[in-house]
């Protein structure tokens, strides 16, 4: 049997490619029209990644990289501040212990 073929997603600032565990999701809701953070990664909506690091969300909000790539109307009011606050909580290597022999 073949192994299943996992999706990359691409971060819209420095265009890495990853899986959506290393990635930020940001979903334009489809009513409003308007960019928001999902960070359950299952809103409906078009989605759009960023990266897990304070260089990529700056770089996003610097070139407008999230509304450009949704094709939204905006983004909420605190988002990029809502992304920055998510990677201040995730570990930044996984959650694996640092000394493991």
């Known amino acids: 049997m073949l192994p299943r073929r996992v999706p990359v997603r691409t971060c ?17 809701d489809p009513a409003t029209g308007e960019a ?10 078009r989605g759009a990644y960023v990266c897990t690091n304070l260089e990529c969300i ?20 605190d988002l990029h501040d809502r992304l920055a606050a ?10 694996a212990p640092a000394d493991t022999v």
Request: with cysteine; glycine share 16%.
């Open 12 to 28: 819209v600032a420095c265009r890495a490619g990853g899986g959506k565990q290393g990635l930020l999701r940001v979903v334009r």
């Open 36 to 45: 928001d953070f999902d960070p359950t990664g299952k809103r409906p909506g």
């Open 58 to 77: 700056a770089s996003a909000r610097k070139r407008k990289a999230l509304e450009r790539s949704l094709k939204a109307v905006g983004c909420a009011p």
């Open 86 to 95: 998510a990677v201040a909580v995730e570990p930044a290597d996984g959650g």
